[in-house]
């Protein structure tokens, strides 16, 4: 059997995984704090018709003879690079201008990362709490949800570039929105900022959100690491997807004449075994 059948194959394969990265790249173009994949790509094994010692006359070779046997997707890397920030009329709306991640509660009470910071507010038992759209809790820097009084408005409620949480006082002065912790100490609420040592490591689980893995690290709490650079929040703005249109519809044509190209590999093979079949003696 001609190895280009199965070399082919395997680049057929790849950029079918290529153009399937690149698809859900251009349909979360509009995904507020979306990420883009890119496609990486690893040569297999190399099979050696001849050696770099010597040839068949026993004289010294200076280069080998190797024949590839074609390619694998090696990962799909997420590219974390800064997306556009939008302006919106919903005060609730945080962008972060940085490294950071937001960090929520899902509903089985895992706290997972995001850079989605369209937040609503939603009634609970004693004021309001700020939620994701699925209506998972947004947690401050003591993995604490925030939640507003039932005193003050949702407009009352500013978030400054440090992420620090405040309510408007009677005289329209700003008062920093605490909290108390278990052990009774009381804290100024913050919102609670994180950043990995690998976040192309974070395990993507869907609806924008990441979860650590080993390969991400442990999050670090950007309030409890001043050496980290400090991210910025910016309230009243939404964080766009990072997906350049332009770069997509380049990277989508190369992937489809590489996968014609392999397919045509594969068709020259077959035309070339149906010769040979028809060979007589």
Same mark, same amino acid.
């Given at each position: 059997?001609? %190895? ?5 194959? !395997?680049?057929? &394969? ?6 399937? *990265? ?5 349909? =979360?173009?509009? *995904? ?22 010597? #040839? ?12 590839? &046997? ?17 302006? +919106? ?9 940085? +490294? ?19 937040? %609503?507010?939603?009634?609970?038992? /004693? ?14 820097? #003591? =993995? ?8 003050? %408005? ?33 804290? #100024? ?21 990441? %979860? ?18 400090? !991210? ?8 766009? !997807? ?8 380049? =990277? ?16 020259? +093979? ?6 040979? /079949?028809?060979?007589?003696?």
């Amino acid at each position: 059997m001609m %190895r280009s059948l199965w070399t082919a194959a !395997s680049g057929m &394969l790849a950029q079918q995984t290529n153009l399937d *990265t690149i698809s859900n790249n251009l349909a =979360n173009v509009n *995904t507020a704090g979306y990420k883009k994949d890119t496609v990486e790509f690893k040569s297999l094994l190399y099979q050696t018709l001849q050696s770099t010692s010597t #040839n068949a006359a026993g004289e010294n070779k200076p280069v080998p003879a190797q024949v590839g &046997l074609g390619t694998r997707t090696a990962s799909i890397t997420t590219v974390f690079a800064q997306g556009g920030l939008q302006e +919106s009329p919903n005060d609730t709306y945080m962008a972060i201008e940085g +490294s950071g991640f937001f960090k929520v509660r899902d509903m089985d009470g895992n706290i997972c990362y995001t850079r989605d910071g369209s937040f %609503r507010v939603q009634p609970v038992e /004693n004021g309001t709490m700020l939620c994701t759209a699925e209506g998972y809790p947004v947690l401050d820097q #003591n =993995n604490n949800p925030i939640i507003i009084p039932a005193e003050y %408005r949702t407009d009352d409620v500013t978030v400054d570039k440090e992420g620090n949480i405040f309510v408007a006082g009677a005289n329209g002065d700003k008062i920093p929105l605490t909290d108390v912790l278990p052990d009774g100490q009381i804290y #100024n609420k913050k919102m609670g900022l994180v950043q990995f040592n690998n976040p192309a490591g974070l395990d993507s689980v869907g609806g924008n959100l990441y %979860r650590e893995t080993v390969a991400s690290g442990a999050p670090l709490e950007e309030s409890a690491n001043p050496g980290l650079a400090q !991210s910025l929040v910016h309230q009243g703005y939404i964080e766009m !997807s990072n997906v350049q249109v332009a770069d997509e519809m380049v =990277n989508m044509i190369v992937a489809q004449r590489a996968y014609e190209m392999n397919s045509k590999a594969i068709k020259a +093979s077959d035309e070339m075994l149906q010769q040979a /079949n028809n060979l007589r003696g």
